[in-house]
Structures are given as C-alpha cells and as structure tokens.
T-cell receptor, first 115, second 113 residues
Framework: AQTVTQSQPEMSVQEAETVTLSCTYDTSESDYYLFWYKQPPSRQMILVIRQEAYKQQNATENRFSVNFQKAAKSFSLKISDSQLGDAAMYFCAYSGTGTASKLTFGTGTRLQVTL | ETGVTQTPRHLVMGMTNKKSLKCEQH?????MYWYKQSAKKPLELMFV???????ENNSVPSRFSPECPNSSHLFLHLHTLQPEDSALYLCASSQVEGSGGYTFGSGTRLTVV
C-alpha cells in the first residue's frame, strides 16, 4: 500500500520569504502522480500543483514549485515570496494511474505566515 | 465556488437520528468520492463511485450508506452514528481516466452528540 509522510506538523515563514515543505512517499509503482493541496480555514481543498512521475522536470505554478526526487521518493513544495494568503494546511498526496485512482494523503503541514 | 457543492455546511445530530449529506458537481466529472477528515489524522477515503458504480468501500461501518443516483450527485446517508464519527466529511470529483487531481467541496462539519 502507498503511504505519504509529512514530517513537519507546523512551519512558519515571514512574508516575502521562501519556505519549503517536505513530503516523502512509498510506492512500488513506477508511474504515478503527486500533488500538493492547500486547505485554508474555509476548509476547501485547493489543488496547488501536480507532478507526473514520468516527467523529470519539476512542476512550477507561479510562486509554487516542487523538488521531485524520484529515486529518493521525495516531493517537497517551495513557496517563494510568501504572502499572508498562503497561510493554510498543506497536504501532500499520491495517486496511482489506474481508473478512478484514489488519492492517499499525508497528515498535513500547517503553514503560518508572519509579518 | 469550486464546482463541487456540499450541503449542509454544518450538521449536529443525535446518535439515534437519520440524516443525509449531499454533494453535487457540474464539472462533467464521472467519478465521485467521500473522504473523512479527523483532527491530526490523514484524510480517510470512504467510498469511490466511478461511472455511478461503487468501486471501493474501505471497510466503512454500515451506519454510513452512500448513494450515487447519477454522475452529478452523491449522498452519504447517516444513521445511529457514534460520537467518534464527528469529523469533516469532504466530497470530491474527478475524471475517471487519467489523474488531473480531484476537485473538492468545502465539506460538511458533522458533530454527533
């Protein structure tokens, strides 16, 4: 079974600074997808970024980028130029490539953004 | 508005009550999911419907009963719940093929008293 581990329950970053959230996963599959989701106090899970395992190039979405290390099974999220609106719970998630593949989530990292 | 709407937003029910959670999506997705989110635990997948057929039931107690009448609607019927069932229940949808990720609703905060 696949597992996703987020070892940082809480992180803090100053506004305009850069922060990196860690995620490791375990799978025996060679092809899969990895995601970072953001859950603000409104509770809605919002997709931040998506990485396809067969692509070597790290995904980037504006201020958000990932460091995908397939051999190490590591998938960290870097947030540049942090903003107050980035404060939220961040969840790392794994999905296989089968039909209606289920998402397996980590326990989340709470990110605080300070002035 | 994300395209996935869940009602009610909050629900308080007694252990002998019967209630239902509703989820609706108009994204053209053909797979829908129920997740349970408890404090300090990973999200737990409860049910998966693909093309309106249940394809996964992760050993969920029978006091939770899902229903998917069409590809746009998903229900979770609740009866004789326990206090430990108090949690945030999230609905999500996706396309069956590929993995573009899920679109989530804002959840129903359930409190069992």
């Amino acid at each position: 079974a696949q597992t996703v581990t987020q070892s940082q329950p809480e992180m803090s970053v100053q506004e305009a600074e850069t922060v990196t959230l860690s995620c490791t996963y375990d799978t025996s599959e060679s092809d899969y997808y990895l995601f970072w989701y953001k859950q603000p106090p409104s509770r809605q899970m919002i997709l931040v970024i998506r990485q396809e395992a067969y692509k070597q190039q790290n995904a980037t979405e504006n201020r958000f980028s990932v460091n995908f290390q397939k051999a190490a099974k590591s998938f960290s999220l870097k947030i540049s130029d942090s903003q107050l609106g980035d404060a939220a719970m961040y969840f790392c998630a794994y999905s296989g490539t089968g039909t209606a593949s289920k998402l397996t989530f980590g326990t989340g990292t709470r990110l605080q953004v300070t002035l | 508005e994300t395209g996935v709407t869940q009602t009610p937003r909050h629900l308080v029910m007694g252990m002998t009550n019967k209630k239902s959670l509703k989820c609706e999506q108009h994204l053209g997705h053909n797979a829908m999911y129920w997740y349970k989110q408890s404090a300090k635990k990973p999200l737990e997948l409860m049910f998966v419907y693909s093309l309106e057929e249940r394809v996964e039931n992760n050993s969920v107690p029978s006091r939770f009963s899902p229903e998917c009448p069409n590809s746009s609607h998903l229900f979770l019927h609740l009866h004789t719940l326990q206090p430990e069932d108090s949690a945030l229940y999230l609905c999500a949808s996706s396309q069956v093929e590929g993995s573009g990720g899920y679109t989530f609703g804002s959840g129903t905060r359930l409190t069992v008293v």
